[in-house]
Nanobody, 118 residues
């Protein structure tokens, strides 16, 4: 019954900011890793940022210093704060949750569109 629902996408100009939210149907600590991926037209889906159960974060080099991943366990929600947005950040952003207990299992949201104009 795992469900991930993204929200917060939109259209804005370069230099602006957005905060994406991903609400999970259960405790976010039931997952080993939470993350955000994105896919632009003609490109493969790529990792943007991840946060482990222990709170360790990692970012793609292209977004390091501009994006911040965080979580709120009380709301079972993971966030992606995006600052200083660039046109190349335009993509569909997907929330991902991974379990690596008895077997590796990935869960995905349906995505939210982020469009950055120049």
């Amino acid at each position: 019954q795992v469900q991930l629902v993204e929200s917060g996408g939109g259209l804005l100009q370069a230099g602006g900011s957005l905060k994406l939210s991903c609400a999970a149907s259960g405790s976010i600590f039931s997952f080993n890793v939470l993350g955000w991926y994105r896919q632009a037209p003609g490109k493969q889906r790529e990792l943007v940022a991840v946060i482990t159960r222990g709170g360790t974060t990692n970012y793609a080099s292209s977004v390091k210093g501009r994006f911040t991943i965080s979580r709120d366990s009380a709301k079972n929600t993971v966030y992606l704060r995006m600052n200083a947005l660039k046109p190349e950040d335009t993509a569909v952003y997907y929330c991902n949750a991974k379990k690596t207990d008895s077997s590796t299992r990935d869960y995905w949201g349906q995505g939210t569109q982020v469009t950055v104009s120049s």
